[in-house]
Structure formats: C-alpha cells, structure tokens
C-alpha cells in the first residue's frame, strides 16, 4: 500500500495543537473533504465525507496516544486506508507530520488532500479559531 507523508511547523506549543487535533469533533474543521465526525463508542467514529461530489457515509477508527504524542485513524474495506499525525515541539513551534496509507486515489490527489489538510490546520491553529485553543 502506497504511503504519503507531508511535514508542517507551525507557530503554537505542542500541547495546545495536539488538544485541538485529538478532539473528534475537530476532523471536520481539518480533514480535506470530511464533512462530519461523531464518536460511537470505543475508538469508532461514524463519519461523512464528501468525496467527487458524492456524500459517503461510514465508519473509521480513531485512536489518540498521548504519551507519544500520536493520531492514529483508519477504515477497513471499500474505503481501505490508515493514517497518522506526529507531533514535535520545537521550541515555541511544533512540528506536524502526516502519513497517510491507501490503495483507492491517485498520488497527485492524494498529496494534494494532505497539504489542504495541513493548510486548515495551520490556518485554525495560529489564527485562534474557536476550538482550537
């Protein structure tokens, strides 16, 4: 399986940025195309994207390690991916790694995903937007 990676530092303290990536609530505010995210119990979240122009519906996984500082989120079957975001302090800035695994989209889309996925992030995340402090 394929894997994609992109880095991005961003000007906010480690604690603050891993806070507001680790809230479920958020993936919609972040994830290029996700349109909704809802906890179901466990580490499972029903989710909606909206995917060349089509509305799909499903469930993922979610797993947040605090100790390592680590997002870990993922699908099983038509929908095969997994994902990770890595977080690093590096002094008053911290450093967002991002991989993505898939079988189902072609490279250039899925680089593309990745850095507006990035984009959002740093864009909620040194502006202050509601959620992210």
């Known amino acids: 399986?394929?894997?994609?990676?992109?880095?991005?530092?961003?000007?906010?303290?480690?604690?603050?940025?891993?806070e507001y990536l680790a809230d479920v609530h958020n993936l919609p505010r972040y994830f290029d195309r996700m349109t909704s995210a809802?906890?179901?119990?466990?580490?499972?979240?029903?989710?909606?994207?909206?995917?060349?122009?089509?509305?799909?519906?499903?469930?993922?996984?979610f797993r947040v390690d605090r100790t390592a500082r680590r997002i870990q989120w993922g699908s099983e079957g038509d929908n095969d991916y997994a994902g990770m975001l890595d977080l690093r302090a590096d002094q008053d800035r911290t450093i967002v790694d991002i991989e993505l695994r898939t079988e189902h989209a072609a490279a250039e889309e899925i680089d593309q995903?990745?850095?507006?996925?990035?984009?959002?992030?740093?864009?909620?995340?040194?502006?202050?937007?509601?959620?992210?402090?």
């Not at 399986?1 to 891993?18: D, H």
């Not at 850095?115 to 992210?132: C, K, M, R, V, W």
């Open 1 to 18: 399986m394929p894997t994609y990676r992109r880095s991005r530092t961003l000007r906010a303290g480690e604690e603050r940025v891993f």
């Open 113 to 133: 995903s990745l850095d507006t996925t990035l984009d959002h992030i740093q864009q909620q995340i040194e502006a202050g937007s509601p959620g992210s402090s």
């Open 38 to 61: 809802e906890p179901a119990g466990g580490d499972t979240v029903e989710v909606t994207a909206e995917v060349h122009g089509e509305t799909e519906r499903g469930e993922a996984w």
